[in-house]
């Protein structure tokens, strides 16, 4: 273990399940059919919310310097790739204004090329208001801002800025992932299932997915709300479970190098892939074969660039 940024000691069960996260991201990305990407979006966007809640503690500082910390490591990397990619947008697709609006808007569509970006605005209100409620002792505000998040894309004439509603529902997730942390011990059984358990969970959990549907957090999908909240809380505590099992292994560098370097991953790995799909136009390959090459590929080159941008001055576009 290390300090992380909280000054926590940095667990490597946890960096490793987030590393699973951002493998299943750059996967749905690059595109592995309906039904894969029906499995991920139950979880893979919902995790990142309950991992920060994970870690979350009550802070001394005033709310004007929590504001900036977090601005600093959100809304920097944000605006920064934000703008890049828009840039690269005008040499790839011509000019046009309006990717440019919907980073400085709504930002859950239209985004130039890393659409992604959108769960760095989600997050920084979900921390913003959590640590006010927090602040306030309103959490029982978390339960109606919840359903309002939920319902908000489907009943207001226009989406709400910067990922709002889902930040909104992102609430109840970094409360779970609170709770779990400080319940860990009486939770224990769940958050460390051996391979057999993992095995029987993990396939119930998975037909329960797909009885739900399609769920989407950036466009307000949740099918059927108790399967979505089911489904989301069993998949992160079978990640959690799975994670430790890796750890055990001791082979888990690689993914904890992932796991701290997220925000790399999240900003770039559009990017990364949008180029290698271009390049692959030129290779005759079966797409199954073309698709895992590309995945293999984008996540060697991301690994390289987050050493990059996390080992020199490039730091500062990733709010460091």
């Known amino acids: 273990m290390e300090a992380n940024a909280t000054g926590m000691q940095r667990l490597d069960d946890i960096d490793v399940f987030r590393g699973l996260g951002i493998i299943a991201m750059v996967m749905g990305h ?11 979006h139950a979880f893979h966007m919902p995790m990142f919310f309950f991992i920060s809640g994970f870690f979350f ?21 944000y605006m920064s790739f934000g703008i890049g990619c828009y840039l690269a947008s005008l040499v790839w697709d011509g000019f046009s204004v309006a990717p440019l609006i919907h980073l400085l808007t709504v930002n859950t569509d239209g985004l130039p090329i890393a659409g992604a ?30 359903f309002v998040g939920s319902f908000a894309d489907q009943i207001l004439p226009y ?14 997730l970094y409360w779970f992932g609170e709770i779990t942390r400080k319940y860990e011990g009486k939770l224990e059984k769940l958050l460390n299932m051996n391979w057999w358990q993992v095995l029987i969970v993990g396939a119930a959990t998975t ?26 809380i069993l998949s992160v505590y079978l990640g959690i479970s799975i994670s430790k099992l890796i750890c055990k292994t001791g082979k888990m560098k690689w ?7 997220s925000i790399v991953y999240v900003c770039l790995n559009q990017i990364v892939i949008k180029v290698l799909f271009k ?40 709010g460091k």
Request: net charge positive; charged share 15%; aromatic share 16%.
């Open 279 to 318: 390049l692959f136009r030129y290779v005759s390959l079966p797409i199954l074969v073309s698709h895992v090459s590309i995945l293999l590929l984008s996540m060697a080159a991301l690994y390289c660039l987050s050493m990059l941008f996390t080992g020199t001055k490039l730091k500062v576009f990733i």
């Open 117 to 146: 970006l959108w769960f760095l605005t989600a997050l920084f209100f979900t921390e913003m208001l959590y640590f006010l409620l927090d602040r306030w002792n309103a959490k029982w505000l978390i339960i109606p801002l919840v």
């Open 255 to 261: 993914l904890t190098s992932i796991g701290r370097n």
């Open 207 to 232: 037909g329960l997915i797909f009885v739900n549907g399609y769920v989407n957090m950036r466009t307000g999908k949740y099918a059927l709300l108790p399967l979505f909240w089911l489904n989301a």
């Open 30 to 40: 690059i595109g592995f059919g309906d039904e894969f990407d029906c499995f991920i």
């Open 57 to 77: 503690r009550k802070r001394e500082c005033g709310i004007g310097a929590y504001i900036g910390k977090k601005a600093r490591s959100l809304l920097i990397p």
């Open 159 to 172: 989406p709400l800025p910067w990922a709002l509603s889902a930040s909104f529902v992102g609430l109840g």
